[in-house]
Nanobody, 126 residues
Framework: QLQASGGGLVQAGGSLRLSCAASGRTFSSYAMGWFRQAPGKERKFVATISWAGGTTYYTDSVKGRFTISRDNTKNTMYLQMNNLKPEDTAVYYC?????????????????????WGLGTLVTVSS
């Protein structure tokens, strides 16, 4: 089970750190990722991290502003979001991948993920 937390209301230019805590099983051997879904839109890829944390990929719109990380000793993944913009407003979901292939193309596909958590809402006001 995955549980995302840390969302909230923040002004443009502000920061938030999302957490994704795993329970019931160890996800330390799984690549993991963050997706987001804005109101009325489809869920989209945000960032992904390899099982050991050595490789990361981001969607272009968040590069330089968001940082994905993980602490396998705590079975937890994070998303540090800086310089937030109103267009970052969305429900953010964390997921664990069941794919044996870790590439930007593969990990940007929702189908690569077999475990999903409930989302956390991030609202950025202008």
């Amino acid at each position: 089970q995955l549980q995302a937390s840390g969302g909230g209301l923040v002004q443009a230019g502000g920061s938030l750190r999302l957490s994704c805590a795993a329970s019931g099983r160890t996800f330390s051997s799984y690549a993991m990722g963050w997706f987001r879904q804005a109101p009325g839109k489809e869920r989209k890829f945000v960032a992904t991290i390899s099982w050991a944390g050595g490789t990361t990929y981001y969607t272009d719109s968040v590069k330089g502003r968001f940082t994905i990380s993980r602490d396998n000793t705590k079975n937890t993944m994070y998303l540090q979001m800086n310089n937030l913009k109103p267009e970052d407003t969305a429900v953010y979901y964390c997921a664990a991948s069941v794919s044996g292939i870790f590439t930007a193309q593969r990990m940007g596909d929702m189908a690569a993920y077999g475990y999903w958590g409930l989302g956390t809402l991030v609202t950025v006001s202008s």
